[in-house]
Structure formats: structure tokens, C-alpha cells
């Protein structure tokens, strides 16, 4: 059980970056269990860095990730890419950014590849029926190549890759990123249509329209901070 | 008295004091612009005295290194004058390909295929048809020349690994065409007796071995000087472009291409007139220079001492030939003792022996970088490690003072105090309060807000921040419109005060 | 009759040289690695299934007398520790050239560098160790020829051709079909996605190098039918797989497959031809392949699958 109370994630004085590039400034930012957050913010103001610090794959960080109450985070200045596998495993599922999938497995396998625990491995082929049923269009294409699909359902993929397990906390990135409006429209219809027992979410995005009424908070990021969220003295 | 530790690189700088104002004089090389030495003429803001600074101080070490080997050499033994000549030979030779991986970026495993190639066609030409032996250098260049032409062709075509094996195959197929020769089979595919610069009867003698050592010092002297010529000059120029970014290379209409390919061409050239010299040390030439041992051995020697670079070829050489000519006792150890300093160095550094003080430094400023991001945000005070890089030191003072001032300030700003400039933006202030906005008032343009009426409206403001340059207008802050002056001075106070907590 | 001969000698080079080349090819396309050190597995797996076979020859003769049982016993005995050397080679590969340097600068060419000098301290150690001379395996498919259809067969190339077979249908197989497999070929196509499904980099490239060594040992104990083990036997399968692995397209398994049958028959159809001789085939090889890599600048692979670049 989570030690912290009911935050899934609490990051304090997260400070990240890429060699002598430093993106992230001292963030603070925490999720409780259950909620929907969209983190909106311009392109380059740190979202996508912000997701690939929680699964330690930016250059160098610093500062605390609590995951579920376990340290996933810490000082790092080597070796990025590392502890991933082992934080996914302590129940983080994260889509990154744009098709980072595998262009040469089929959907199924693809989808296979999400269910890493030994449960899920288990009943992959129910798991699989789920994410069709959250995904319509992908189960006629269940034995096609992936590099062969468009880019809806691709992102679709994706995104179906990380619901293959019974994660904690899901990071999806720029869900509607290079997608037509009523493609990105669906994709992040179904995010929603997802139960919420337990699980949180954060969808990074720019397109806050996308976002607003369904999210339960919004959190600004610029320049590598979190805005919106806190703030020492409110200006209106 | 106190000890004072000298820091920073100076004290291991090699600085000149001229008198006074005595210009810089530099003696240029004859025929060329070029200079021996690399001076750089500065003054120091310290001492307020003129100084002369080596900004290259690598001429000196291959000064020191070579002058000390030609100067040791008639001292040696007859053994170790063989080893420094076998060692001069193929330092030349890797230099030359280090000229092949390194500038042009051609992986080339050929080397020592167009050295035997060069060597055999000189040899032949001598042996066979009483060619003299000063024209074996010009035969061997030509073929040397023929096969890099050769060679070449699918260079450019192919990718590294691709071309390796490729090159690979090609010395295979030197090896079994010389076995297979119907002329050579009674020797085993060797040609001996070849005519030499050693005279006949200084064969093995003391005398001989001396000018054997001498020529294949001056064919590593060559060898470096042909380096330095096409690596540090306009094919190396453009081939460095191409390294960095080909597209790029291409679309500003630099022909690396053709630029690759002159360099595999010189080198190719390099490697033949080498190979000459090959046959008349030893006197005699074996299809082993083919051998995939030997090529293997001499990949050793670029990996340890770095790949690329002529010091790394030259000190890999040392290393390798000194454990494998110098240790004959120790049998096939040696070669076990070779590979393992290959292990040992790939897996530690990144770019052989002489990449370690780059990777060294890398590391360490690497390390500063990351150390100060995570700092400097603390408050803008500058870190003792970014001392060093500011000329003016008044600065890191004046930056300090402000950062204790704002932290000051910062503990000053209470709900109680912007409640009281909330009531009262103007007239008399609490102490605290006064120094908050007396620090506001002092601040830089850039920081500083102002407030701007609307234009045929009565008592409607809105706010503007100054750019800070000469000519930028200020920009709007936002659409808010304050209907009341006191309204409006509060709110840029709160501006202040939200940039203050901030910074 | 000559053809015959002539055939099966294609097929049992093809084998031996295709379980080299799909070792070489799977660890570059998996990890990224060029294994320069293949023919010190083959080489290193070699002695350790003489010394194995060696000790146990006495007693297993002992227990069961001579017969097809003892045979088939060694053949067993030899064939595991050639397989189980050439798997623990491989993971001490993967100790000194993966671990370290697997996400720093350079890897590629740091690797390979790593395995060749490995490559080349174990051809010393064993000739150091062992000296040069040439060692003997067990028969493990028994001596005799074997005619039907007018083809006549000696039973170790029979043997090595079925073996060979039977490994590589077994392990593409288990690529396709496993989950391990799934993560091997996850990781092949895009290592980030991979990491972030849970897939560790590091715990799926220690099967790989070890199944890839596993194979080399098993090409070993196959080859070592027909000619002998000696410290500098892992050179020549090491250039051929390697040559068959370029020529099929670096990280394609059906290229490799491919590329080994025209090798194989290549070098077969050049031995036979008089006037040629066995002196000609590596010449031939290399002429062949110099030919098809001007033609296609990067082998046959992208003729039959996606190959990683």
C-alpha cells in the first residue's frame, strides 16, 4: 500500500536536464490516486522532460519521485534508461511521445509487449480484448503490422501498450500530437472512458481545449516550472 | 607567510615576458605563411605587462620525443636499433592510416595489403628486371598510387563495416594471388635478395643497421610531415566539416567526397613508397604482410594509442612493438599482454590513450556544469567554480550583495506588509515596507513596471512592463484595466513582489 | 557421382558458416555489436568439449562398452559441453563487452574493439595453453557413408546438415514465438519503447550473447566432425560468418540463412573445379562477395526483410 497517503506521485525539488542544459527547475508536483490531470504548457517548456524524468530517461536529474511512496527518483547523472524497466515495473506506464513503437511486430505482439508482469503475461489474451473494446478500430487490424498503420492507430497502439498492465500512474504524452482533430478527438475520448479505480493519469498536451471540463485539475508548465498549481501570492 | 597554492592552468603555461611594447615577431616557415610556433600575444590585466603565451605545445612534445629517440639511437643496442627501426617503420605506416580512418573516415583494413602491394611491386621490378633501388620508392609510390585508385572506387559507395571487410577480403586475395604466382612458388610466395640503400656487405653489420634506422626515421619524419599537411590543411579542413554534419557539408558545396577520396589517394601513395622501403630493410618480402595476424597487430597499435590522431598512432606503436619485438621470451604472452591492454583502454577510455585527457576533462566539465545548474538557480550568486570566468571580479561581489539583499527582503514580505501597501500605496510606510520598495525603486529599468493610462478614458490604467533596451516600446503586462490609481500602484507592487520571490 | 559429392559438401559448409552468421547477425541486430570474439567461442567451446569428452570418454567406455549407446552417450556429452561452454563464453562476452560500455559513447566500434582484442587473447591463451597442436572430437554421428538416390554421404555431414537444421528451426522458433523472443525483437526495433515496456536492455542482451555463443560452441563441435580443433580454428569460421553476415545484410536472420547456402555452395562448386583447387576458395569468396556488396552496397538483407542501419 502507499505509504504517502494517496498520492500515487509526489515529486519534490525535481531538477533535470541534459548535459550542461538544465530544463527542469526544482518542481514540485504531486498526483493523488484516482485524479485526472492534464499538464498543459507550450512546446519546449518542459512537459515531455518532465514525464521522461519520472521514468529516468533524461540525462541527469536530481531530487525526489515518489512512486506509489517508493523512491524512483534521486541523483543521476549517468546512464539514462537504466532504472526504467525498473520503475515501469513499480507500476508506472508511460506513452512517450510521438510512434516510439516497435514498426516490426504485429498489434498483438505489440500489445504483448506492454504485458511485462507475470500476471498480465498470463491473461495477455483478455487484456488484449480489453484494450480492443477501448479501441474499436484496432481489432480487425489485430495481425497487421504496426509500421503499416496510420497514425491514429498507431497512437492508438500506443497508448493500448500501456493499459496492457495494471499500472499505478499513466503518463501519456501529447496524445493528439500530429493527429487530424476528430482522430486526436477519439484517442483522448477513450483516455477518458477509462475507470479510474485507483489509477491516475496525467495527459500532457497542448491543445488545451482537448483537455478542458474533463480533466479534475489543470497544471501549467513554463520554463521548467509547474504554473497554476502554486504560487506565493496570487495576483488578482 | 601565508602558502599560496597555485590554482587553473597558468603556472603549467609556458609564457614569454618582452620588454615593454616590443611587437610580436614570428618567423614564418620558408615558402609557407605558416608559423613553427603557435605564440599568442596578451596582456595581463593583472601585472599590466605584455605576455607571450604557447597556445600549442604540442610541437614541443614530438620536438622532445623524436629528437630524443634520434639522438639515443646510435647508443642503442644492435637488438633495440632493430626494434626503433621496426618501430619507426610502422609508426609511418600507422600514421599514414590513421590519415585514412581519422581524416577521411574511410575504414579502410587495406593498409597493409597496398604496403605489401607497393612492396611487391618494387621488389619484382628490382629482382626481376634490375630496376635501381632509389626508383623502388618511385615504383612502389605508382602502385601504391594504382591500387589506392582502386581502392577507392567503392569507398564512397559502401559503409564502414561493409568497406572493412571488403578491404579484409582484398588483402586475403593479395595473399593467395602472390602464393599462387608460378614464379615466386619456389620461394613461397617471397622475393628475396632485393637491392637496397643498405650497401651489399653493411648487410647485418653495425653500419648497417645505423642507416636502416636512419632511413625509416626519416620515412616516419615524412610520414607525419604528410600528415600534418593533408590532415591540418584544406582537405582536412573540409573533411572536418563533413564529420560534423555531411548534409550540411554538401549543401554549402564542399565535395567531401571527392576530398575523401584524395586523401585515401595520398595516403595509398604514402603506404606504396613505404612498402619499397619494407623490402629493402629486410631485403626480402613474404606474403605474411598480408596476413590477417599481422593487420589485427597493427589495429591493436591505433586502438591503444586512439584513432585519429598522429600521437595516438605514434605512441600506440611504441606500446605495441615494444611488447612484441622487445619480449621475445615471454612467447605468445606478449600478444595476450597486447590484448589486454586493448581491453583494458577501450573499456576505460573512450577514445584510446591519448583521448584520456580530453575524456578527463570532458568528465570534469561535465560534472562542473551539471553541479552549477543545479545551483545557480539559488539565487544568481556566482559558484567559486564559474569564478575563474568572469574577467571583472567586482561583478561576483556585486552579484553576491544583491543575492543576500533580495534574501533579506524575501524574509520581509508578509501577508501583514501587502495588506498595508494594499491600504496605503503611497505616503508613510513602515520601516519594513520602506526598504521593500526603496530596493524596488533602486532596481534596473529592465525590471521595473509602469503604469499607463488609457488613452481618452478617464481613470482607466493598465499596466506596461519596460523592455530595458533603448527603442523597444513596453509591453503590455496584461488586458486588466484598474479603475483606481492606488489599485494600479498596488498591483505593480504585487508585480515586484511576485518577480522578487521569484528570482 | 562429383556433383553429389559436391552438394553435400555446399550444404555442410552452409550449415556450419549459417550457425556463425546468424549468431554474428542476431547479436547486431539485437544489441548492436559486432562480436569479433565469435571465433573464440567456436575455438574455446572446441577444447572444452575435447577436455570434457576426453575425461568422460574412459568411464562412459567402461560402463557401456562399445556400442551405438556409448555413441550416442558422447555424442550427447560433447554436444552439451560444446553448446554450454560456447553459453557461458558468451555471457563473459557479454561481462567485458556489453555491461560496461553498453550506454556510453562509441559503443559499436568500442565493442568491437573489445571483442577482437577477447578474440585475440583467447587464440593465445589456447595455443598457449594447449600449443598448436590439433585435437580430435569424438565421432558423435558414428564413421560410415550413407547412399541413397545415387547421393552418397559420409554420416558427420549428414549429421551436421540435420543438426543444423534442427538448432536454427528450434531457435527462430523460440524468436518468434517466446516472450523472450518477443523482448529480443522489441528491443532490435526501437530500445526506448522497449525500455519503457518493462523490457530491460541489459537482462535481454545476456540470453542473446549466450545463445549466440551457444550456437558458435554447437558450429564447433559440428565442424570438428570433419576437420580438427586447434587454438586458430575459430578464424576462419569467425571470417566466413562474418563475410556471410555482411553479404546477407547485417541483422537479417533470412539473409544470413541465404547468403550461407550460396557461400557454402560456392566454396563446394570452387573446391571441385580442378584446375581451381581448395587453394582458390577463400580467393573466389571474397571476388563473389566484393562483386554483390558494389552491387548492393548493403548485401542481400534488404531484399528479403527490414534490417536494422
Excluded at chain 1, 498520492?7 to 485524479?35: C, M, N, Q, S
Excluded at chain 2, 602464393?179 to 647485418?204: C, H, R, Y
Excluded at chain 2, 566539465?365 to 550568486?381: L, P, Q, V, W
Excluded at chain 3, 559448409?13 to 539485437?30: F, H, N, V
Aim: with cysteine.
Amino acid at each position: 500500500m502507499a505509504r504517502s497517503g494517496a498520492d500515487v506521485l509526489k515529486i519534490t525539488g525535481l531538477t533535470a536536464g541534459y548535459g550542461p542544459l538544465r530544463v527542469l527547475h526544482e518542481i514540485d508536483f504531486k498526483v493523488a490516486e484516482g485524479e485526472r490531470v492534464g499538464l498543459v504548457g507550450l512546446n519546449g517548456h518542459g512537459k515531455t522532460t518532465l514525464f521522461r524524468a519520472i521514468s529516468s530517461l533524461v540525462g541527469w536529474q536530481s531530487g525526489s519521485i515518489l512512486l506509489n511512496g517508493a523512491e524512483v527518483g534521486g541523483a543521476r547523472s549517468s546512464g539514462p534508461g537504466r532504472r526504467t524497466p525498473a520503475i515501469v515495473r513499480a507500476g508506472l506506464a508511460m506513452t512517450p511521445q510521438g510512434d516510439a513503437i516497435f514498426p516490426g511486430l504485429t498489434v498483438a505482439q505489440h500489445l504483448d509487449c506492454g504485458a511485462y508482469t507475470p500476471k498480465a503475461w498470463k491473461d495477455r489474451k483478455a487484456r488484449r480484448d480489453m484494450v480492443f473494446d477501448i479501441f474499436p478500430p484496432l481489432r480487425k487490424l489485430e495481425h497487421a503490422l504496426v509500421g503499416r498503420l496510420s497514425g491514429g492507430e498507431r497512437r492508438m497502439v500506443s497508448v493500448g501498450r500501456a493499459l496492457m498492465v495494471e499500472a499505478r500512474l499513466y503518463l501519456i504524452d501529447e496524445p493528439s500530437l500530429g493527429l487530424a482533430p476528430k482522430i486526436s478527438a477519439s484517442v483522448i475520448e477513450a483516455l477518458f472512458a477509462l475507470p479510474q479505480d485507483g489509477r491516475a493519469l496525467v495527459i500532457a498536451e497542448q491543445n488545451v481545449a482537448l483537455l478542458s471540463g474533463r480533466v479534475d485539475r489543470m497544471v501549467g508548465m513554463h520554463a521548467g516550472r509547474i504554473r497554476g498549481d502554486v504560487g506565493h501570492v496570487s495576483l488578482h | 607567510m601565508t602558502k599560496f597554492y597555485e590554482i587553473g592552468q597558468r603556472p603549467s603555461e609556458i609564457i614569454l615576458h618582452p620588454d615593454g611594447d616590443a611587437p610580436l615577431h614570428r618567423r614564418r616557415l620558408p615558402f609557407t605563411r605558416r608559423h613553427l610556433l603557435k605564440w599568442r600575444s596578451r596582456t595581463n590585466p593583472k601585472s599590466l605587462q605584455q605576455e607571450r603565451m604557447l597556445a600549442d605545445k604540442r610541437p614541443l612534445w614530438w620536438a622532445l620525443g623524436l629528437g630524443a629517440l634520434a639522438i639515443t639511437a646510435p647508443f642503442l643496442t644492435n637488438a633495440s636499433l632493430t626494434i626503433a627501426a621496426i618501430f619507426c617503420m610502422f609508426a609511418a605506416i600507422n600514421v599514414l592510416w590513421t590519415l585514412v580512418i581519422g581524416t577521411a573516415g574511410i575504414f579502410s583494413l587495406a593498409t597493409l595489403a597496398i604496403v605489401g602491394i607497393g612492396a611487391y611491386a618494387s621488389a619484382g621490378l628490382n629482382v626481376y628486371l634490375g630496376l635501381p633501388w632509389p626508383l623502388m620508392f618511385v615504383a612502389g609510390g605508382v602502385a601504391g598510387l594504382i591500387v589506392g585508385g582502386f581502392l577507392a572506387l567503392p569507398s564512397t559507395r559502401l559503409d564502414g563495416l561493409y568497406y572493412a571487410l571488403l578491404t579484409m577480403g582484398f588483402a586475403e586475395i593479395c595473399r593467395v594471388f602472390v602464393q599462387q604466382l608460378k614464379a615466386l612458388t619456389a620461394a613461397n610466395g617471397a622475393i628475396n635478395n632485393v637491392g637496397s640503400f643498405i650497401p651489399e656487405d653493411w648487410q647485418l653489420q653495425r653500419p648497417g643497421l645505423l642507416l636502416g634506422f636512419a632511413g625509416a626515421f626519416v620515412i616516419l619524419l615524412l610520414a607525419l610531415l604528410i600528415f600534418r599537411i593533408v590532415n591540418s590543411e584544406r582537405l582536412g579542413m573540409l573533411l572536418q566539416t563533413a564529420r560534423e554534419d555531411e548534409a550540411f557539408a554538401e549543401a554549402t558545396g564542399i565535395d567531401y567526397r571527392r576530398a575523401r577520396l584524395m586523401v585515401f589517394l595520398i595516403s595509398s601513395t604514402g603506404l606504396g613508397v613505404i612498402g619499397a622501403f619494407y623490402a629493402q630493410f629486410y631485403g626480402s618480402i613474404s606474403p605474411s604482410i598480408f596476413s590477417l595476424d599481422q593487420l589485427m597487430l597493427l589495429f591493436a597499435m591505433i586502438v591503444i594509442g586512439g584513432l585519429g590522431r598522429s600521437e595516438g598512432a605514434v605512441i600506440g606503436t611504441a606500446i605495441v612493438v615494444l611488447i612484441d619485438k622487445g619480449l621475445l621470451g615471454l612467447g605468445p604472452l606478449r600478444i595476450l599482454l597486447v590484448a589486454a591492454i586493448m581491453l583494458a583502454v577501450t573499456l576505460f577510455a573512450h577514445n584510446g590513450l591519448v583521448g584520456i585527457r580530453e575524456q578527463f576533462r570532458g568528465w570534469r566539465n561535465r560534472k562542473k556544469s551539471e553541479a552549477r545548474a543545479r545551483r545557480t538557480e539559488k539565487g544568481g550568486e556566482v559558484m567559486p567554480e564559474e569564478a575563474i570566468e568572469f574577467a571583472d571580479k567586482q561583478e561576483i561581489y556585486y552579484r553576491r550583495f544583491q543575492k543576500r539583499l533580495r534574501d533579506r527582503l524575501k524574509a520581509l514580505i508578509t501577508p501583514e506588509l501587502i495588506e498595508e501597501h494594499r491600504l496605503r500605496p503611497l505616503g508613510q510606510h513602515s520601516d519594513a515596507l520602506n526598504r521593500v520598495l526603496n530596493h524596488f525603486r533602486r532596481g534596473e529599468v529592465a525590471d521595473k513596471y509602469a503604469i499607463m493610462r488609457q488613452p481618452d478614458q478617464f481613470h482607466a490604467y493598465k499596466i506596461v512592463a519596460f523592455s530595458g533596451v533603448r527603442g523597444a516600446p513596453p509591453r503590455l503586462v496584461d488586458d486588466k484595466i484598474y479603475d483606481d490609481i492606488n489599485q494600479a500602484y498596488h498591483a505593480v507592487f504585487l508585480l515586484r513582489v511576485n518577480d522578487l520571490m521569484e528570482s | 557421382m562429383d556433383i553429389s559429392v559436391t552438394l553435400i559438401n555446399g550444404l555442410n559448409l552452409a550449415a556450419i558458416y549459417g550457425l556463425m552468421a546468424i549468431g554474428i547477425s542476431l547479436l547486431w541486430s539485437s544489441v548492436g555489436m559486432i562480436n569479433m570474439a565469435h571465433g573464440a567461442t567456436f575455438a574455446a567451446s572446441g577444447y572444452a568439449a575435447w577436455l570434457v569428452a576426453d575425461a568422460t570418454k574412459a568411464l562412459v567406455l567402461a560402463a557401456f562398452g562399445k556400442g551405438l549407446l556409448t555413441t550416442s552417450l558422447m555424442a550427447g556429452i560433447t554436444l552439451t559441453a560444446g553448446a554450454g561452454f560456447g553459453a557461458l563464453f558468451g555471457a563473459l562476452i557479454y561481462l567485458l563487452a556489453f555491461l560496461p560500455i553498453h550506454d556510453k559513447p562509441n559503443f559499436p566500434v568500442r565493442s568491437l574493439i573489445v571483442t577482437l582484442a577477447i578474440n585475440l587473447a583467447t587464440v593465445q591463451g589456447l595455443l598457449w595453453y594447449f600449443g598448436p597442436k590439433q585435437k580430435n572430437l569424438p565421432k558423435i554421428f558414428g564413421t560410415g557413408k550413407l547412399e541413397f538416390l545415387g547421393l552418397s554421404a559420409r554420416y558427420d555431414q549428414i549429421g551436421a546438415i540435420l543438426a543444423t537444421a534442427v538448432i536454427l528451426g528450434l531457435t527462430l522458433f523460440w524468436l518468434k514465438t517466446s516472450r523472450k523472443g518477443l523482448e529480443i525483437r522489441a528491443m532490435m526495433q526501437n530500445p526506448e519503447g522497449a525500455v519503457l515496456s518493462g523490457i530491460s536492455v541489459r537482462w535481454t542482451a545476456l540470453p542473446v550473447t549466450m545463445l549466440t555463443g551457444a550456437l558458435a560452441g554447437l558450429a564447433a563441435i559440428l565442424l570438428s566432425q570433419t576437420i580438427f580443433v586447434s587454438p586458430t580454428s575459430g578464424t576462419m569460421p569467425l571470417i566466413k560468418g562474418l563475410t556471410i553476415a555482411l553479404l546477407g545484410g547485417l541483422g537479417s536472420v533470412p539473409g544470413a540463412v541465404a547468403g550461407a547456402i550460396i557461400i557454402g555452395f560456392l566454396e563446394a562448386i570452387v573446391g571441385a573445379i580442378p584446375f581451381l583447387g581448395q587453394r582458390y576458395v577463400l580467393f573466389a569468396t571474397f571476388l563473389f562477395i566484393i562483386i554483390v556488396l558494389i552491387i548492393r552496397p548493403r548485401g542481400l538483407g534488404g531484399l528479403l526483410d527490414e534490417a536494422r542501419k
